[in-house]
C-alpha cells in the first residue's frame, strides 16, 4: 500500500492507496509543530484506527508548503513506517512542463494538483484549489504549466474578519439561506461564501477569455470547494480527492 501526504498550511491531509484505489484518509493539524515521535505515533494510530497495519505500507510521498514540519514529519516516516518517502521537489518526473518565469516558485502542492487533473481530465484544464489561499492554475493541452493565480481563501477572509474588527464573531463557514442576511452571522456568511462565488466566475471567465483555450475543463478541489461548486455552474468537476490522487499519480511515475 501506498502512504500520500499532503503538507498544507492548515492542515497534513494523508490518504492510504491500495493500488489506485483510496481506501482511506484521514488529516493532523498543521499549525502546530510535533517532534517526529509524536508525528510517528499519531500516524502510526491512526492508521490502525482504518484497519491499516504498517506493514501494509510500502511506499510513501509527501509534498509540502510547509519546509518547516518535513524533518521531524519525514523522519517519522522512515522510522515508524520503515519506509522512505519520496519528496516533490524539482527534479522530479511529474508529467507536467512549467513554463513561468520562475518554475521553482509553483508550490509543490499546485504541481500535484495539476498532475492529477492532466491525468484524470486532459487538458486544457484549469485547476482551482479552495484550501487555506484560493489558487487557479492553467494547464495547456500537452501537460505544459501555463499560469497560476492566487488569492486569499474562504478561510483567511473570514479570520480576517473576526480578527481584525472588534464586535464581529467567529463563525461557521456555510452559505446562508438568501443572501439578504437579517442578522451579523449570515450577514458574515453571506459575504464570504457569495463572494468567493463571485471571484471564482470573474477570474474563470477571465482566463477563458485571455487564454482562448478551447474545450478548457474547470476542476476544483480544496475543503471548501463543495461549497462553492454547489453554486456555480462554471465548475465542471468538484473532485475531493485530487491531491492524493496527484500524489498517487507522481509516486508511479518516479518508484
Given at each position: 500500500m501506498l502512504l500520500t501526504v499532503d503538507v498544507g498550511n492548515t492542515n497534513i491531509t494523508?490518504?492510504?492507496?491500495?493500488?489506485?484505489?483510496?481506501?482511506?484518509?484521514?488529516?493532523?493539524m498543521s499549525a502546530s509543530l510535533q517532534t517526529s515521535d509524536e508525528y510517528g505515533v499519531k500516524i502510526l494510530g491512526l492508521l490502525m484506527y482504518n484497519g491499516v497495519r504498517k506493514e501494509d505500507i510500502d511506499g510513501a510521498i509527501v509534498a509540502s508548503v510547509v519546509p518547516n514540519v518535513m524533518h521531524a514529519l519525514t523522519g517519522s516516516i522512515e522510522r515508524y513506517l520503515g519506509v522512505k518517502p519520496i519528496i516533490v521537489a524539482p527534479g522530479l518526473k511529474t508529467g507536467i512542463r512549467i513554463v513561468t518565469e520562475n518554475p521553482r516558485e509553483i508550490g509543490a502542492d499546485r504541481i500535484v494538483d495539476a498532475v492529477g487533473a492532466y491525468e484524470k481530465y486532459g487538458g486544457p484544464v484549469l485547476v482551482l484549489d479552495f484550501g487555506t489561499a484560493t489558487t487557479y492554475d492553467l494547464i495547456g493541452e500537452k501537460g505544459e504549466f501555463l499560469a497560476g493565480i492566487t488569492a486569499p481563501g474562504i478561510r483567511i477572509s473570514a479570520r480576517a474578519l473576526w480578527e481584525d474588527t472588534a464586535k464581529l464573531p467567529e463563525i461557521e463557514?456555510?452559505?446562508?439561506a438568501s443572501i439578504l442576511a437579517q442578522n451579523t452571522v449570515?450577514?458574515?456568511?453571506?459575504?464570504l461564501v457569495y463572494g468567493q462565488i463571485g471571484q471564482t466566475e470573474y477570474i474563470v471567465n477571465k482566463v477563458r477569455e485571455e487564454a482562448?483555450?478551447?474545450g478548457m475543463k474547470v476542476i476544483a478541489t480544496g475543503g471548501l470547494g463543495s461549497i462553492i461548486a454547489d453554486e456555480t455552474d462554471i465548475i465542471d468537476v468538484y473532485d475531493r480527492t485530487l491531491t492524493l490522487d496527484g500524489l498517487r499519480l507522481i509516486?508511479?511515475?518516479n518508484k
Open positions: 494523508f490518504g492510504v492507496y491500495d493500488k489506485e484505489e483510496l481506501t482511506q484518509s484521514f488529516r493532523l463557514i456555510k452559505k446562508p449570515t450577514s458574515m456568511q453571506a459575504g482562448g483555450l478551447k509516486y508511479e511515475k
